[in-house]
């Protein structure tokens, strides 16, 4: 039995090494181009001289939104709405800055607070399954360790079902920052916060923020093959076991 477990799991780490690679580079990438576009774009003034905070409180009155506050918070690339306050907080680079990325970002946290004002599906399911995650990303490593070190099957499988609600969350959090960078970018355009040679910088920063969560799923969904994979092994080790 431990001769199949051993081998079984020396290829579920085999494979998620093999797989870690290519999600690295994409991770590390990702946060390389945040970085580097929001730097760049931070740098260029849109025309209209238009804040952070205006672009934000402009995207919300697009949509028939007023009763959500826009307030700047510290530090840097902090900027999100918050649905607990239901309050859009902008970081000291967006708040006050009329930039093309200030206004990109800006308007995409805009975009979240309009998802909430419209009852937008996947952004309530996420707001729903957040307590679940917390409990899932708490005891899910205590869990698979336990199991692990004491052979038990039944708390390996238990340890591996809550960590599979934080790949969920992963996962439902897609759909709702791409919907939120989609309508920040409609209401850009339609209401010409920017001009047209200046959106393409508020496309990029988005789109760079966007891979982040993409690398994120696939580092949780990697890491989530990987326990089953050496769950499937033990099982077999026990099933051959059984049978000598």
Known sequence: MPYYYSYGAFFANNIYCILLIPVMILSLWAQCQVSGNFRKYSAVNNRRRLTGAQAAEAVLRAHGVYD???RACRGSLTDHYDPRDNTIYLSDSVYNAPTVAAVGVAAHEAGH???YAEN?????????????TQIGSKFSFILLIIGMVLYSQMLFLA???LFSLTTVFQLV????EFNASARAIETIE????????????AKRVLR????????????????????????????????RGGRR
């Open 208 to 239: 760079a923020a966007a891979m982040t969560y993409v690398a994120a799923l696939l580092m949780s969904a990697l890491q989530l093959l990987r326990f089953v994979l050496i769950f499937l092994a033990r099982s077999g080790g026990d099933r």
């Open 190 to 201: 339609g209401q010409r916060l920017l001009e047209e040679d200046e959106i393409g910088g």
């Open 159 to 161: 340890g591996i079902l």
């Open 113 to 115: 607070a309009v998802q």
């Open 120 to 132: 937008y599906g996947p952004v309530r399911l996420r707001g729903a399954i957040i307590p679940a």
């Open 173 to 176: 959090t897609l759909p709702v």
């Open 68 to 70: 959500v506050p826009v």
